[in-house]
């Protein structure tokens, strides 16, 4: 699979749109999640891979490799860390944690009232 990048064919986009780009870059299995992660703070990989619920080495390596091709993660002595571009990003995905919760409370809502 190749890198998403702007301009070029991506999933979803034969003109590449940079949206489309994003997103099949963030639908990549566990994009989201080492971003998320990552948010945290800088971490090495074997403690990026716990984080990660134990993601396997070979997937991890390739999707950071993708991140870091992409600009929104670099290698520093420390770890793995968002870039500036990276913690951009990640500024507009962390929203969706609050969205996810209100989400999770209306479906709640909706079963107890049809369980009624």
């Known amino acids: 699979m190749s890198l998403p990048l702007p301009g070029a064919p991506v999933r979803g986009s034969k003109t590449g749109k940079p949206v489309m780009a994003l997103l099949d870059l963030l639908g990549r299995n566990w994009t989201l999640g080492i971003l998320w ?3 945290q703070d800088p971490c090495t990989f074997r403690e990026l891979q716990k984080r990660c619920e134990n993601i ?3 997937l991890l390596n390739n999707r950071l490799k993708e991140l870091q091709g992409t600009l929104f993660v670099e290698k520093q002595a420390s770890g793995y860390a968002l870039t500036e571009l990276g913690e951009e990003l990640f500024g507009h995905i962390r929203p969706l944690g609050g969205f996810s919760r209100l989400w999770q409370q209306r479906l709640e809502q909706s079963d107890s009232q049809q369980q009624l």
């Open 37 to 39: 992660n990552l948010s």
């Open 56 to 58: 396997s080495p070979t």
